[in-house]
C-alpha cells in the first residue's frame, strides 16, 4: 500500500516569498506529525495533528509558520516570508493512534526546502 | 528536561563485521523506545521497539538491548552489510500524559560500511 507522501519533493524559492509544503498520511492514520531536520541535526518537532482535537503547536519555531488539515487527512505546512535560514528537509510523518503508543511513526520522503 | 543522547555520532566498520550503537535516555515517564533506520534521502523506518518489560530483542541481524534501571539502550548489528549503512535513530516515548509530543529523538548514528 502506498506510504506517506509529501511533495513537492525538492522546493528552491527566494528570501521573502511564501511555501507550502504537502503531506498526504496513510489512509486512516488518526496522528500526523511534521518535523523538521537540518544537515546533521536530528529530527525537529513542529506540530502534531491528532484526529479532531486541536493540534500540539508547541514545536513551530515562530508565527511565520502553520499548519493545517482540515479534513483529517492531507496536512499543508505553511512558511510565510521565507528567510535562508528556514532551508532544511521538512519530513511529515503518520501512525494510528497517538504515536506515543505502541504504533511506529511511518515518515515520508520529506520535501527538501532551499531558499536563496 | 528529556533528552536521548546517542553514541557514537559515527562509525565506519568493515562488511562482515559486528558493531554497537548506544543510546541513553533520561525521558519520564518512559513509555517505550523505538530504534529507526534512515537510508540516505529516505524517511525513517522502524526497525524495534522496547517496553518496559523488555530486555532484549531481535530483528533479523539487529539486537536491541534496553536497560530501563540504567536508561540505557544498544542496537547490536551482526554480521554488517553494505546496505546497514544509514543513520540510526533513538526514538524515546514518554507515557502521554495529555501532552501531543510524547517523543523525544536523539540526533541518530551515521553508520558506514565499507566493502
Keep these: 500500500g502506498a506510504g506517506v507522501s509529501q511533495s513537492p519533493s525538492n522546493k528552491v524559492t527566494e528570501k521573502g516569498k511564501d511555501v507550502e509544503l504537502r503531506c498526504d498520511p496513510i489512509s486512516g492514520h488518526t496522528a500526523l506529525y511534521w518535523y523538521r531536520q537540518s544537515l546533521g541535526q536530528g529530527l525537529e518537532f513542529l506540530i502534531y495533528f491528532q484526529g479532531n482535537s486541536a493540534p500540539d503547536k508547541s514545536g513551530l519555531p515562530n508565527d511565520r509558520f502553520s499548519a493545517e488539515r482540515p479534513e483529517g487527512s492531507i496536512s499543508t505546512l505553511t512558511i510565510q516570508r521565507t528567510e535562508q535560514r528556514d532551508s532544511a528537509m521538512y519530513r511529515c510523518a503518520s501512525s494510528w493512534g497517538a504515536g506515543t503508543e505502541n504504533s511506529p511513526l511511518h515518515f515520508g520522503n520529506g520535501t527538501r526546502l532551499t531558499v536563496t | ?115
Design chain 2, 1 to 115: 528536561k528529556n533528552q536521548v543522547e546517542q553514541s557514537p555520532q559515527s562509525l565506519i566498520i568493515l562488511e562482515g563485521k559486528n558493531c554497537t550503537l548506544q543510546c541513553n535516555y533520561t525521558v519520564s515517564p518512559f513509555s517505550n523506545l523505538r530504534w529507526y533506520k534512515q537510508d540516505t534521502g529516505r524517511g525513517p523506518v522502524s526497525l524495534t521497539i522496547m517496553t518496559f518489560s523488555e530486555n532484549t530483542k531481535s530483528n533479523g541481524r539487529y539486537t536491541a538491548t534496553l536497560d530501563a534501571d540504567t536508561k540505557q539502550s544498544s542496537l547490536h548489528i551482526t554480521a554488517s552489510q553494505l546496505s546497514d549503512s544509514a543513520s540510526y535513530i533513538c526514538v524515546v516515548s514518554a507515557r502521554s500524559g495529555g501532552g501531543a509530543d510524547g517523543l523525544t529523538f536523539g540526533k541518530g548514528t551515521h553508520l558506514i560500511i565499507q566493502p
